[in-house]
């Protein structure tokens, strides 16, 4: 898995959303894509990851209030896709929503204020990273392309299981991986690109959260295509 050294405490204290593209090899057991986690009170987390039933969660909790899950059915064909997770104050609320391939997938909500949010655990790529403890539900699979941006980014105002449109189907790009500057991310890791394929350290192509690979890595030149 890839740690980044950072909490994004302040990102997640106000609408963000997080990208990234993977190819699952298995379903044998839950799966994070990414994943912080403060697992004392009050509780704290942000992380995506897939289940051993073909599901995609979304989950966030915020300072102990009850977390907010964004879930939908997954059909696990063992090829590349993206996931794009969306968090929204509204009000009182706050929206967590999802989409793969550019599709509008599902939307939960809950009363919640973002500001509130503390969580010591940097950001871990691939797993689930605990603030007190070792992370855990690492990915089986390959992953490229992950970004974190400071805003929830836009669709177009569409309905469930709609093609989105607006900043959402630009980042998708028909199912090929594009250039992310002008979506201005906070951090964007193209996951070895930049690297050649070696090393431990992942450059992150915007900020200064440059990632750290930890346990057994393989590079591939598997990449995103639809």
């Known amino acids: 898995y890839m740690n980044t050294g950072s909490t994004f405490q302040s990102t997640f204290q106000s609408d963000f959303s997080v990208s990234c593209w993977f190819k699952q090899n298995s379903v044998s057991s839950h799966m994070a894509l990414f994943g912080s986690r403060k697992t004392s009170d009050p509780r704290n987390a942000v992380l995506a990851y897939i289940t051993n039933t073909n599901a995609i969660v979304f989950w966030v909790e915020v300072n102990g209030t009850p977390k907010i899950q964004s879930s939908f059915t997954h059909t696990s064909d063992y090829n590349w896709h993206h996931f794009c997770g969306t968090v929204k104050q509204t009000g009182d609320k706050v929206e967590v929503r999802c989409y793969i391939d550019g599709e509008y997938k599902s939307l939960a909500s809950n009363t919640v204020t973002l500001s509130s949010y503390e969580n ?20 089986d699979g390959k992953l490229n392309e992950v970004a974190i941006f400071d805003s929830a980014l836009s669709d177009g105002d569409l ?29 964007w ?16 192509e915007i900020g200064e959260n440059n990632g750290t690979l930890i346990g057994e890595i393989n590079f591939t030149t598997d990449v995103p295509t639809i």
């Open 189 to 204: 890791w193209k996951m070895g690109d930049t690297e050649g394929g070696a090393g431990t350290t992942i450059a992150d």
């Open 159 to 187: 309905s469930q299981y709609q093609s989105a449109s607006g900043e959402i189907a630009a980042l998708y790009n028909n199912g090929i991986p594009g250039d992310l500057t002008s979506f201005e991310p906070v951090s």
């Open 120 to 139: 010591s655990a940097p950001l871990a790529i691939g797993a689930r990273n605990y603030a007190s403890s070792d992370p855990d539900t690492y990915f």
